[in-house]
């Protein structure tokens, strides 16, 4: 796998909607102005890794987080790593249990970011601060799946299910809009050559 360049793909990104262009303005400030924007220990905020964990069918694996009590898709810090599309494999498969041979990307690039504002944690001695969040879209060979401890339930959804669990969430469900596009995109295609294969 090569290197990913985040910052050549936020400048080559077509954003969704103007949610997401200022999310890409504010994801580029972000790594011009900091050196270390893939540290945690930047208390201002770091860039974040995730993925939404598809089948071949578009159904979506989600995620309820155990300490947001929120249904989401899998992500984590970057711990120092640059190649976020890295990242967001490893969080899927420590999260998901996945194991990463059956995990693979269904496009080149990120399909969604977003800026989080994430309150203080006085346990872990952590200032308020952002989340720099790059999405990509994973393709899963199984639905096996393990709960890890970061979780209080995963479960595989109808796009529709996964839309009313992340209602809440404008990110998120700017995500699965777009799963939902990319897999009607590759039906109409089947429909006109049943020969053409995503994957």
Partial sequence: MEKF?????????????????????EILRFLNDEENAFARENTAGHITGSALVVDSAGNILLNHH?????????????????????????????ESGIPEDKLSLLTP????????????????????????????????????????????ELRWCTPAEALKLVANDAACTRMIQKSIAYFTTKQKLATVNPAFNFQ
Avoid at 66 to 86: N, P, S
Wanted: hydrophobic share 35%; net charge negative.
């Fill in 109 to 152: 690039t990120f399909i969604d970011c977003a800026v989080y504002e994430i309150p203080a944690n006085r346990t872990k001695g952590e200032p308020a601060h952002r989340h720099y969040d790059v999405n990509f879209l994973l393709l899963s060979k199984t639905h096996d799946f393990a709960v890890s401890d970061e979780s209080t």
């Fill in 5 to 25: 360049d985040l910052r050549t793909a936020l400048m080559e990104h077509h954003p969704y909607d103007e949610n997401e262009a200022v999310a890409v303005r």
């Fill in 66 to 94: 155990r300490k947001a009590d929120i249904w989401i898709q899998f992500g984590g810090h970057c711990e120092g790593e640059t190649d976020v599309r890295r990242v967001a494999l490893r969080e899927a498969v420590e």
